[in-house]
Nanobody
Framework: QVQLVESGGGLVQAGGSLRLSCAAS????????MGWFRQAPGKEREFLSR????????YYADSVKGRFTISRDNAKNTVFLQMNSLKPEDTAVYSC???????????????????WGQGTQVTVSS
């Protein structure tokens, strides 16, 4: 069982930055692939980024590539999402997710993740 708690959301002006954190419980954090998703009102949940168990492999959606950076600190059971050059269209509830590593899984779909945080609101004003 893994519990995830996001923090770091808030209100920011367009062009600004935020750093989201996702703290995980449990001693096996290093065995989980971690992902970030977001969901805007009236829209489906959108994949943003994922990071491998060691942090070596990182993948991004085209919508955030070059602006967002995912990282993890396995010693602190935490995954981060650094968000730069924010745009009003980035406004959404941001959630982290975790899933045990499986070589057959691509980890782009929310259905491929087992555990979810409650989400944190990010609002970007124009």
């Amino acid at each position: 069982q893994v519990q995830l708690v996001e923090s770091g959301g808030g209100l920011v002006q367009a062009g600004g930055s935020l750093r989201l954190s996702c703290a995980a419980s449990g001693r096996t954090f290093r065995n989980y692939v971690m992902g970030w998703f977001r969901q805007a009102p009236g829209k489906e949940r959108e994949f943003l980024s994922r990071i491998s168990t060691t942090g070596v492999n990182r993948y991004y959606a085209d919508s955030v590539k070059g602006r967002f950076t995912i990282s993890r600190d396995n010693a602190k059971n935490t995954v981060f999402l650094q968000m730069n050059s924010l745009k009003p269209e980035d406004t959404a509830v941001y959630s982290c997710a975790a899933s045990p590593y499986d070589s057959r899984t691509h980890y782009y779909s929310p259905y491929e993740y087992t555990y979810w945080g409650q989400g944190t609101q990010v609002t970007v004003s124009s």
